[in-house]
């Protein structure tokens, strides 16, 4: 088995959000990050000498990238957060804190936190839906950096 690799900084796979982590003193507070998305995806080349054509990898993590891109990311799946959407806007507290916020500006993501493991595991999830039916692919490793140097990494088995 091999692997192909993206690197997220060198290939311009970013994306610059703002994120807090409720159960954090410090990180609790509304701050950003520059992050980077990478990805490794082990398999057998197939016929042509090809995992997953190099192309198509960066589509799709730019994709994810876009999506999440000048956003303000919030984890839906946190019980000490509520949100609340109405009137094109979201109400977002927590901790005592209260934050209101144009709807278009954040993505609510189904994740208890937006620490970059979580982010991590997000991304894969998303990526393994668009690898799932690629016979030779076994598995994808994707990393999140919340700047140069730091930040998580998870692999998941598709096969």
């Known amino acids: 088995m091999c692997y192909i690799e993206i690197n997220g900084w060198s290939a311009n796979i970013r994306f610059s959000s703002a994120h807090t982590i409720p159960e ?3 990180c609790g507070r509304l701050h950003g990050h520059t992050y980077a998305i990478h990805a490794k995806v082990y398999g057998e080349p197939d016929d042509k000498g090809i995992i997953v054509d190099f192309r198509y990898l960066k589509d799709a993590l730019k994709e994810i990238a876009e999506k999440l891109d000048h956003k303000v990311l919030i984890p839906g799946n946190n019980p000490n957060v509520e949100i609340v959407e109405e009137n ?16 278009e500006d954040c993505i609510v993501l189904p994740i208890p936190s937006t620490s ?15 690898l799932r039916d690629f016979g030779n692919i076994r598995e994808i490793e994707v990393g999140i950096d919340e700047g140069y140097g730091q930040g998580a990494r998870i692999r998941k088995k598709i096969r």
């Open 88 to 103: 094109g806007e979201i109400k977002l507290s927590f901790n005592e804190k209260k934050y209101v916020l144009p709807r």
């Open 24 to 26: 954090y003193n410090k």
């Open 116 to 130: 970059a493991e979580n982010l991590a595991r997000y991304v894969a999830d998303v990526l393994f839906g668009r």
